[in-house]
T-cell receptor, first 114, second 112 residues
């Protein structure tokens, strides 16, 4: 059974640009969550999608957005990139949103903003 | 609001020694608690989880954790450290909204 797949794994952008990251969840999983990981702030929750609807949202500015498609694949977008957006962006999927079950994480997309 | 505090950002043990990684949580309702491990350049992998069943939870690779409500703790232990256990470990609590709230992480080093 394939795990959570995130693309691209690495990317470099410059300030002011925008970026789109993709996440394909484990087959059958309907919930997808996104987290930002930085050395200073640790792991911070961005948002969660379930059945194409955003169920939860973290405390990030509106430059961070996401969506989920009917096949449960998800994308997140960051517009007007800032240096502080450099981070590892992790996607996680689970069978059902809101359950106490485990989240299965992808290997992440490492974004560097110059 | 729920929160997690991991005591010690770095822990170093010798191979074969006991591993103890500390986690305290804050929650106004019975929590769901998790320990995840992250190896370099990889995502997070679940070690174990507590969901109000047995207070002593066994996970993968001989790790276990004990839920102690009176101490609001969920410390992670392993009787004998292996070199392959060197990684970063995260304690997390799941709130009523379903999202995971992570601690700041503890980096475990294992000396030969």
């Amino acid at each position: 059974k394939a795990g959570v797949t995130q693309t691209p794994r690495y990317l470099i952008k410059t300030r002011g640009q925008q970026v789109t990251l993709s996440c394909s969840p484990i087959s059958g999983h309907r919930s997808v969550s996104w987290y930002q990981q930085t050395p200073g702030q640790g792991l911070q929750f961005l948002f969660e999608y379930f059945s194409e609807t955003q169920r939860n949202k973290g405390n990030f500015p509106g430059r961070f957005s996401g969506r989920q498609f009917s096949n449960s694949r998800s994308e997140m977008n960051v517009s007007t990139l800032e240096l502080g957006d450099s981070a590892l962006y992790l996607c996680a999927s689970s069978l059902e949103g809101g359950s106490p079950g485990e989240l299965f994480f992808g290997e992440g997309s490492r974004l560097t903003v110059l | 609001a729920q929160s997690v505090t991991q005591l010690g950002s770095h822990v170093s043990v010798s191979e074969g020694a006991l591993v103890l990684l500390r986690c305290n949580y804050s929650s106004s309702v019975p929590p769901y608690l998790f320990w995840y491990v992250q190896y370099p350049n990889q995502g997070l992998q679940l070690l174990l989880k507590y969901t109000s069943a047995a207070t002593l939870v066994k996970g993968i690779n001989d790790f276990e954790a004990e839920f102690k409500k009176s101490e609001t703790s969920f410390h992670l232990t392993k009787p004998s450290a292996h070199m392959s256990d060197a990684a970063e470990y995260f304690c997390a609590v799941r709130n009523q909204g379903g999202k995971l709230i992570f601690g700041q992480g503890t980096e475990l080093s294992v000396k030969p």
